[in-house]
């Protein structure tokens, strides 16, 4: 069975719609024991660039830590697609 990418990782997390710490993010996608430089902010762009919407706001009193959340309903994500010659645009479905 395949493992789910840490972009899916974070999307499961954020799929409820609460406000979500960079450390928790941390824990939950790269592991506790993951040493190297998480990439947050370019799993946060892989998931806004399929479709997602996600707003993200720093901490009022630790301003290294960012909060992210993502809205119930994703924004449709359009495709587009040469036919004959001409560009047309189609809602595609994810999931």
């Known amino acids: 069975m395949k493992k789910p990418s840490q972009a899916e990782k974070l999307r499961r997390l954020l799929a409820d ?3 979500h710490s960079t450390p928790e993010i941390q824990q939950v996608v790269y ?9 947050i902010a370019s799993r946060v762009n892989d998931l806004r ?10 901490d009022e009193d ?3 830590i960012y909060w992210y959340r993502m809205s119930a309903k994703p924004k449709p994500r359009v ?7 001409v ?7 994810d999931g």
Do not use: F, P, Q
């Open 17 to 19: 719609g609460a406000w």
């Open 31 to 39: 592991g506790g024991d993951h040493l190297g430089t998480a990439r």
């Open 49 to 58: 660039n399929k479709g997602c919407e996600i707003s993200g706001r720093r």
């Open 62 to 64: 630790n301003r290294s």
């Open 79 to 85: 495709e587009y697609v040469n036919i004959g010659g």
């Open 87 to 93: 560009m047309h645009a189609r809602v595609v479905a």
